[in-house]
């Protein structure tokens, strides 16, 4: 049995190695490419001799794309913090109180899911005129809060109904109060959910790019999607320069993913458990 399992996993083992070159082949052609000045036609499989600095140096100059990642992480770190608070205080009532119209505010906020955010687009962007969001910060915050919102809700109040009543029923005998046994009994064990949760959401906002192409329209607020194709367009004679613009807008998500890719782990296989 032993010897007939060894091919089968060499062949999976090889699969898997050639489904994760395919993979890594567009980033080695964009580092390839990122590295050589833009009189350098030769095959984007040859690595140059020498890095050619200036692109990345461009990248950040003309293309502005350091202050692009600093507003998506401005924007991603807010957004999936009110995610997540939000979703779980409204998935507590709706889990926990069965009632008609908790029914039908769940099913009015799962059906939300369904719509594509571009539909809603024109009402959407005269709305936010009105309120003066365009171009700002906490605009675009609102905007990936409650399009991302309905997901958290979905998920957190599936978990919460498999968590066992008889702990709060416990914590109410012993004398605790309804924050109390919130804060203290049903939160806490909505880390794995919270986790994945936040996952979704953060990798989404992260790289949205369709809503944030209409409503951020300078420099100064433009995230990191929309500034990398707006710098993509213009340096169609430079694609070192575009590439470089992507490399750098890849770093900071390479960078938390290296330092909590236990933390990724954990929470998508316990939200998928659930």
């Known amino acids: 049995m032993k010897n007939a399992a060894t091919p089968s996993k060499a062949l ?86 069965i009632t008609r119209g908790n029914q039908l505010v769940y099913a009015c906020i799962i059906s939300l899911i369904m719509i594509p955010p571009l539909s809603v687009l024109v009402p959407l962007y005269t709305l936010m005129k009105d309120l003066g969001g365009l171009n700002t910060h906490w605009g675009i915050i609102v905007l990936m809060v409650t399009g991302n919102l309905p997901l958290a809700v979905f998920l ?62 300078t420099d100064e607020t433009r995230t990191i999607a929309p500034a990398v194709a707006g710098f993509f367009a213009s340096q169609g004679s430079n694609p070192g320069a575009a590439a470089a613009a992507s490399l750098l807008s890849v770093v900071p998500v390479l960078l938390a993913y290296l330092f909590l890719q236990r933390s990724f782990i954990k929470g998508m296989v316990a939200g998928s458990l659930k």
């Open 12 to 97: 999976i083992y090889a699969g898997l190695g050639f489904i994760a070159l395919l993979q890594l082949l567009p980033f080695y052609f964009g580092l390839t490419t990122a590295s050589k000045p833009k009189t350098d036609l030769s095959s984007p499989w040859v690595f140059p001799g020498e890095i050619h600095w200036a692109n990345f140096q461009t990248a950040m100059q003309q293309g502005h794309i350091l202050q692009a990642i600093g507003n998506s992480a401005l924007v991603t770190v807010v957004s999936t913090v009110l995610v997540c608070v939000l979703g779980a205080f409204t998935a507590y009532p709706l889990a926990r109180r």
């Open 156 to 217: 957190y109040t599936a978990f919460m109904r498999s968590l066992p009543v008889s702990i709060e029923e416990a914590a109410t005998v012993d004398g605790a109060g309804p924050l109390q046994m919130l804060f203290r009994i049903v939160f806490p064990m909505l880390r794995p959910v919270t986790a994945t949760v936040a996952i979704l959401a953060g990798v989404g906002i992260w790289n949205e790019f369709a809503l944030s192409t209409y409503f951020l329209r």
